[in-house]
């Protein structure tokens, strides 16, 4: 695990849950089949991929995420079946295989070193 918590984004706050200055962050990526992705500054992003056309591998550089961060993926498949591997910024997470014409999310928790993946789920 990380070392001490980050608390930077707390300007002089007294309750810990005062989380003002980030907030939440959606957007849309392009499908690649290596995708470089770059964390934005947000205490919690959604990260929508295009619809997945092919195999798929996400590297991710993650310097403008403090400690308990999360990020959300949301994947879509065309008419095929579709893996998503999680390379670099991610702990060893394996894939996620996305059913064909159904959708899939990840969620992840930044522990101030990698993305920690702690939920996968696949939907209709």
């Known amino acids: ?4 918590i980050t608390t930077s984004r707390f300007s002089d706050a007294k309750d810990v849950n005062a989380f003002e200055s980030k907030g939440l962050k959606a957007y849309d990526q392009v499908y690649a089949s290596t995708s470089a992705w770059v964390a934005k500054s947000a205490l919690v992003q959604i990260v929508s991929y ?6 798929m591998t996400i590297n991710a550089t993650l310097t403008n995420l403090l400690q308990w961060d999360e990020v959300i993926f949301i994947f879509e498949a065309d008419s095929s079946q579709r893996i998503v591997t999680f390379g670099t910024g991610f702990l060893s997470s394996g894939t996620v295989t996305v059913t064909a014409a159904k959708g899939a999310t990840v969620r992840a928790i930044y522990d101030g070193t990698a993305l920690r993946v702690y939920a996968r789920e696949i939907y209709a």
Do not use: N, W
């Open 1 to 4: 695990m990380a070392t001490a």
């Open 50 to 55: 295009a619809q997945l056309t092919g195999a």
